[in-house]
Nanobody
Framework: QVQLVESGGGWVQPGGSLRLACEAS??????VGWFRQAPGKEREGVSC????????YYVESVKGRFTISRDSAKNTVYLQMNSLKPEDTAVYYC??????????????????????????WGKGTLVTVSS
């Protein structure tokens, strides 16, 4: 069982920055993704990072503005969000799934885009972008 805890959400003006953190007891051998859900909208995969090679994926709407990274020593995955827009307002969730690429399993982009399920989820942190 992996417990994920998000932090770093809050209110920021358009153009501002926030850094979200997803902390777990252990993220060894796990791919980790960030998702978001805005009011009245479906959940959307935002970004993910694979275990090992730390290859990443970003949804088109955040490319060039968001950066995902992981600190294995701290069992934490970060989402640095810059140039925030009102449309980035949402509850942001992190999720994890065991990396099984070595036996033909999916890369994290397939997991964050819904083709494969994530196994563990945090409770979310609210990001509000408004003036």
């Amino acid at each position: 069982q992996v417990q994920l805890v998000e932090s770093g959400g809050g209110w920021v003006q358009p153009g501002g920055s926030l850094r979200l953190a997803c902390e777990a007891s252990s993220l060894d051998a796990f791919n980790v993704g960030w998702f978001r859900q805005a009011p009245g909208k479906e959940r959307e995969g935002v970004s993910c990072i694979n275990d090992g090679d730390e290859s990443t994926y970003y949804v088109e709407s955040v490319k060039g503005r968001f950066t995902i990274s992981r600190d294995s020593a701290k069992n934490t995955v970060y989402l640095q969000m810059n140039s925030l827009k009102p449309e980035d307002t949402a509850v942001y969730y992190c999720a994890a799934a065991r990396d099984s690429r070595w036996v033909g399993g999916p890369s994290c982009d397939a997991q964050v885009t819904g083709r494969y399920a994530m196994s563990y989820w945090g409770k979310g942190t609210l990001v509000t972008v408004s003036s």
